[in-house]
């Protein structure tokens, strides 16, 4: 997986530049949670990208679009790349949710998460690592801290 699961200083290398602070979506600044941005393209287009890390691992990342445009297949595509190969998505037709599945040599790693059509962000996390706090993302909660589209 690319993205999840990585250092800080992974992710940063994967997008080719040092992260800003940026707020934590979870509310779980007591159980360690960080979470640094991202930016990629301008303001007519690219996204708006934070990460959320548990002791030093990121664990979610939201993809926000910078421009008022709707999100399209083409938009999904681009971000879940990002995660990992598009070939270990399942997206339902009609449905917010999108669920990873990557074979590896150490067992399978999984992620989920939403892309909701009326507003312009996906989400993606990775509920339960070993030895590590599970994350129980609230979608209501992160939905109203993006705008509608």
Do not use: C
């Amino acid at each position: 997986m690319n993205i999840l699961l990585q250092t800080k200083e992974e992710v940063e290398a994967h997008f080719g530049k040092k992260a800003t602070m940026a707020a934590n979506l979870l509310g779980m600044v007591g159980q360690g949670e960080e979470a640094f941005g991202f930016l990629t393209g301008d303001m007519s287009e690219g996204f708006d990208i934070t990460v959320g890390f548990f002791n030093g691992k990121a664990r979610y990342v939201a993809f926000k679009k910078r421009t008022g445009t709707p999100w399209g297949e083409g938009d999904l595509r681009t971000v879940l790349s990002q995660i990992g190969k598009y070939s270990n998505w399942s997206v339902k037709p009609a449905s917010e949710f999108l669920d990873y599945v990557e074979k590896r040599k150490r067992g399978v790693g999984n992620a989920t998460g939403w892309q909701v059509p009326r507003r312009r962000y996906a989400f993606v996390y990775i509920p339960d690592v070993p030895g590590e706090i599970g994350i129980m993302p609230d979608k209501t909660a992160i939905d109203q801290k993006f705008p509608f589209s």
